[in-house]
């Protein structure tokens, strides 16, 4: 192997490790923040009266809040215009929200768990879901900015 060559895979090393570090980085604050949605919604359906699609909504804004905060301060540091990334990671979480509530919904309408069950299904489809528009998108800084 040449010298060129033997820098070559140094480098595409050293960019497999960044990217697998900000994957576990992502992935950290997924399984926090699935896991608030999670609580949030359980707690909602088992200690109020409120219906499961109202509880699976506060759940998720919970969850974006803490999402947006960790994935933007942490996993991402401080990706460019805060309120630009806000506005793309919220459009990405809002199509996994709704894709996560027509999931629940159809769940709920085939009879095929409880609801508790349901909203840990539909919840837990989110995290892939956002990693990856997040990761080339959302949190994507230009070299202008």
Partial sequence: MSIKESEE?????????????????????????????IGVVWSLISCTAMPTLLANLVAFLCAFGLSFSGNYIWTFSNPGSPG???RRFFLISLTAFLINSTLLATILASGWLSPRLA????????????????????????RSE
Avoid at 9 to 36: D, K, Q
Avoid at 119 to 141: K, Y
């Fill in 9 to 37: 895979v140094s480098v595409t090393r050293h960019r497999l490790l960044r990217e697998l570090f900000i994957a576990a980085r992502f992935g950290v604050v997924g399984v926090c923040a699935t896991a608030l949605h």
């Fill in 119 to 142: 909203a840990v299904a539909s919840a837990s489809v989110v995290p892939g879901i956002t990693f990856l528009a997040s990761r080339f998108w959302g949190f994507r800084q230009r």
């Fill in 84 to 86: 630009k990334a806000m």
